[in-house]
């Protein structure tokens, strides 16, 4: 399906409006190339790489933009079933019609993102919704493609695979690739005003931020003992939440939303972090043993270069009082950021901090879909050819909210040097994975994993 290259290149948007003209007009040369396609030449395909909850939904954003005709054209998963019951749910939804996917262009394994990236023309769209293990390996293979990519957070749980992150983001930019990252935080506008109104002054200067996500076990945060008949492997990937090398386990998967968007409030990343945590419920109900390599409960201090605080708690427990919402509090003042959830609206700002109707200076009132509005961003900066890589910013988040992690698993402050610096990669290989391989994180011979033991193991968590 690939075209050849075109070293003269308009921008999509441009050449969306002079839809015919082949050659008009001149771009930055050596940059992404359009499409010059017969009857749809004008469609951005999109291919799906990673087939389960959210890639569903993402591929359902991505087909709902309307600044241009999208149309998704491949998938890719390491599980047939995942595959299948994806893409009826994209077809089955309102734009089911925007899904052209025969058998021929929906491909399973370990090299099923290759295939599927390479039914896509340079300029098209690959979403990564896998565990983050394979972020670096799909956007390698995208930048060399030359396809724009959209990939969910966390992009990392370790030094190694940021550090390798950040270089391809330079690839990227270099390519003139468009990037979006998952952190849709940053595309609330309730929170791009609060920014905006924090910056302003109207709360005064943040010393402290606070954010709680708890509630009872949701996603593979617990595992018990792999059953017979499924590798270690693919059961890992299966139940990725409850393992550090394929997710960066609860901590990165579930708390990576409140921790980007109080940095961003706070125009900064933290410089150190110390934590606490612990596995308070050893046994399932059922009395098996829980091997995965979570904590039940978190509390996180991060430390500003500025003195300023910001305490991340995170809680897995049924029966508990859940708490998930964000706040900030100023010298003056003080803000609701996510008022429920990751992104619940109202943010609002007082003055004072006890909160009180009373006090209340401002209260969002936007509704906007931050999941909808990322996709229309991306496209936006593909049509009009503007810069707009979040990799970076992406791997930021990651790293503070692993360095929060490893601080909690470790016993250790941790500080974002040592986090960006270590050389501890917990996926080595990832990309030469088959269905055969042996996983990351081999089981001991009562089939359970190697679990954080604060204390012990220096700034290891395992
Ligand atoms: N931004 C958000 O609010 C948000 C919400 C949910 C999930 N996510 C993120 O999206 C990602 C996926 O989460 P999910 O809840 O959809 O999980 P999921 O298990 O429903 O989907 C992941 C899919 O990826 C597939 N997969 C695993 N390894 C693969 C590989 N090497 N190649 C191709 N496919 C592979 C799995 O088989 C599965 O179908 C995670 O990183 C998660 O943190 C983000």
Redesign the pocket.
């Known amino acids: 399906m690939n075209e050849p290259n075109n070293s003269s290149q308009p921008s999509r948007r441009e050449f969306i409006k002079t839809t015919g003209k082949m050659a008009a007009v001149s771009a930055l040369a050596g940059l992404t190339v359009p499409h010059v396609h017969g009857a749809e030449g004008n469609t951005i395909n999109v291919a799906l790489?990673?087939?389960?909850?959210?890639?569903?939904?993402a591929a359902e954003n991505a087909l709902s933009v309307k600044s241009a005709p999208l149309k998704l054209v491949a998938m890719?998963?390491?599980?047939e079933h995942?595959?299948n019951g994806?893409y009826r749910g994209i077809k089955n939804s309102r734009v089911g019609s925007k899904v052209d996917v025969p058998d021929e262009r929906k491909f399973i394994g370990?090299d099923?993102?290759q295939k599927a990236i390479d039914c896509l023309r340079p300029g098209d769209i690959a979403i990564f919704?896998?565990?983050?293990a394979?972020r670096w390996v799909?956007f390698a293979y995208a930048i060399e493609k030359k396809v724009h990519v959209f990939m969910?957070?966390?992009l990392t749980a370790d030094g190694p695979t940021s550090r390798r992150l950040i270089q391809l983001a330079k690839e990227a930019d270099a390519a003139n690739l468009k990037v979006g990252v998952?952190?849709?935080s940053r595309h609330s506008k309730p929170m791009q005003e609060l920014h905006k109104r924090i910056e302003d002054g109207e709360i005064g200067d943040i010393i402290l931020m606070r954010g709680y996500r708890m509630h009872g076990p949701v996603?593979s945060f617990a595992s018990t003992p792999k059953p017979d008949g499924m590798s270690d492997l693919m059961w890992q990937?299966?139940r990725?939440h409850s393992f550090l090398w394929a997710?960066g386990g609860s901590y990165s998967?579930f708390l990576i939303?409140h921790v980007d968007h109080c940095c961003w409030m706070k125009n900064g990343w933290p410089v150190k972090a110390q934590g606490l945590g612990g596995r308070h419920y050893k046994e399932s109900p059922e009395g098996q043993p829980y091997v995965d390599q979570n904590f039940d409960t978190y509390s996180v201090e991060y430390v500003f270069d500025d003195g300023a605080r910001f305490i991340m708690d995170g809680r897995c427990m049924t029966g508990c009082n859940d708490i998930y919402s964000s706040y900030a509090q100023g010298t003056k003042g003080s803000a609701i950021i996510a008022r429920h959830g990751?992104i619940g609206t109202p943010s609002m700002t007082f003055k004072g901090h006890k909160q009180g109707r009373q006090d209340l200076i401002w209260q969002s009132t936007d509704t906007s879909n931050p999941?909808q509005n990322e996709w229309d961003a991306l496209v936006e900066a593909i049509l009009s050819n503007t810069p707009y890589n979040e990799v970076e910013r992406g791997v930021y988040s990651s790293l503070v909210t692993s360095m929060g992690r490893v601080a909690a698993h470790s016993g250790q402050e941790i500080t974002f040097e040592d986090m960006l610096n270590s050389e501890h990669e917990y996926a080595p290989g990832v990309d030469k994975?088959t269905m055969d391989s042996p996983s990351p994180l081999p089981a001991d011979e009562r089939g359970h994993y190697p679990q954080p033991k604060p204390g012990l193991l220096g700034k290891r968590e395992y």
């Open positions: 790489i990673g087939c389960g909850g959210r890639g569903t939904g890719a998963d390491v599980f995942k595959l994806s370990f099923a993102y919704t896998s565990p983050l394979f799909h969910e957070k966390p998952g952190l849709m996603g990937i299966s990725f997710s998967d939303h990751d999941y994975l």
